[in-house]
């Protein structure tokens, strides 16, 4: 069993607030800022949950599908996944996926059916099942 820690701090009301996010177990980023207006308008060098949400996303789908293709016999060189939440009144709604990958000898039924077993073993996307409808898109390059 792996635990991973984050933390957040707020400090006043939702709209006039602020506040700051620290990944704990690695201490890759301390103190990230984030503000109502970053999930809801411009970024402004500001993060948001939902940005935290689809960088995970897009890293757990990319080890996901990088495991399903390799157990298939095509090992990737490279796979590039875009991941986009959708926030809107409150409530996230749509996770999209796009992926753009390289992987030598494949053919698009195959590239399909890994995608396919990809999104049903990536732990997000399980985590999102039934909340958040998943899209998954993608390609050969």
């Given at each position: 069993m792996a635990d991973r820690r984050a933390s957040a701090d707020?400090?006043?009301?939702?709209?006039?607030?602020?506040?700051?996010v620290s990944a704990e177990s690695s201490g890759l980023?301390?103190?990230a800022d984030v503000t109502w207006a970053s999930r809801t308008e411009e970024?402004?060098?500001?993060?948001s949950p939902e940005e935290l949400i689809a960088a995970a996303h897009a890293a757990c789908f990319g080890m996901a599908l990088s495991n399903e293709l390799s157990s298939r016999g095509s090992d990737p060189e490279q796979l590039h996944v875009d991941a986009?939440?959708?926030?809107?009144?409150?409530?996230?709604?749509?996770?999209?996926?796009?992926?753009?990958?390289?992987?030598p000898g494949l053919d698009e039924q195959g590239f399909e059916e890994a995608l396919a077993a990809a999104e049903e073993s990536c732990p997000v996307s399980n985590a999102l099942r039934g909340n958040v409808e998943v899209?998954?898109?993608g390609g050969l390059g």
């Open positions: 707020w400090r006043g009301d939702l709209f006039k607030g602020a506040g700051t980023f301390n103190n970024a402004d060098g500001k993060t986009t939440l959708s926030f809107e009144d409150g409530k996230v709604t749509t996770m999209a996926l796009d992926v753009d990958a390289d992987v899209k998954v898109t």
